[in-house]
């Protein structure tokens, strides 16, 4: 049996300084199962279209071309061309740790039910720190996103559930909702209290410069999108609060606190 193909997918947008750096953590992977899609999204800095020229005829390397639209119908368009069985997204500033590719999918063999493997990330650049990810749950997801999109993805997933939603693709937080649209299709992830990504922290970075801006548009817009699952859990919440009121440590609780809320009440009274 051969061994899994994976992508790379990076999209491309006047990043020209630290594409060599991405490129060459790719290369440094010691699984040789793997190709590299770079899609450039309407670059118009001439020394990063230089920089990109150089792996137009590298083995192994597609670079595609596009105007400029966002990242998220970036990598939809070299998805959607790839054969590969697995899908790395990764951006054309952040770095793969060596060995990181061969644990995931050694990873992968050993736990077939896993669909997405995500790990810790190191943050380097405007800020320097180990970010440790959570497990993966709807109702902390409904509320903000804990996990970065480098991680490990079976190419099944996208057909499973569609690719990345493409109205966030200049705005951010894609892979947000893309996350709680995995979820809510009950697939699986795995993670690997690992450091397997450097992801770098750029103040002129769209996390900064769209996300961030339009941060209650694109939560308006997810919750809108996502209502049916973010009911269910309202609705789980609300009868877990109804049983705790109904356990005796509550109710224990509450006569003990009736004095003061009656003195609370009386000294509001009087003001």
């Known amino acids: 049996m051969s061994a899994p193909k994976v992508s790379f997918i990076i999209p491309f947008y006047n990043n020209g300084d630290t594409l060599p750096e991405t490129m060459e953590s790719v290369r440094r992977q010691d699984y040789s199962t793997f190709d590299v899609w770079i899609i450039n999204d309407g670059s118009t800095d001439p020394h990063s279209l230089e920089v990109l020229d150089r792996y137009k005829s590298e083995p192994g390397v597609t670079v595609l071309h596009q105007i400029n639209a966002g990242p998220s119908i970036a990598r939809n368009l070299a998805i959607s061309q790839t054969d590969a069985d697995i899908i790395v997204p990764l951006d054309s500033d952040d770095l793969i740790r060596p060995g990181a590719l061969s644990l995931a999918m050694r990873t992968l063999s050993k736990h077939p039910e896993a669909d997405i ?9 405007h800020e320097n720190r180990r970010k440790n990810q959570p497990p993966m749950h709807l109702r902390q997801l409904l509320l903000s996103n804990p996990v970065g999109l480098c991680t490990f993805i079976r190419k099944n997933v996208f057909d499973d559930i569609g690719y990345f939603d493409e109205f966030m693709s200049k705005k951010g937080l894609e892979d947000w909702e893309f996350w709680i649209r995995a979820l809510s299709h009950e697939k699986h992830f795995y993670h690997i209290p690992e ?8 103040p002129s970075s769209r996390t900064y410069t769209q996300a961030n801006l339009h941060l209650q548009e694109l939560k308006d817009y997810v919750h809108q999108k ?7 859990e309202y609705e789980k919440m609300l009868h877990h609060i109804r049983w705790l009121e109904s356990t005796p440590a509550v109710r224990l609780m509450d006569q003990a606190l009736w004095p003061w809320r009656k003195i609370k009440g009386a000294l509001r009274k009087t003001r």
Not at 195 to 202: A, K
């Open 195 to 202: 450091l397997l990504f450097d992801i770098r922290v750029r």
């Open 226 to 232: 996502h209502l049916h699952p973010l009911v269910k």
């Open 117 to 125: 493997i995500y790990s810790d990330l190191q943050l380097f650049g």
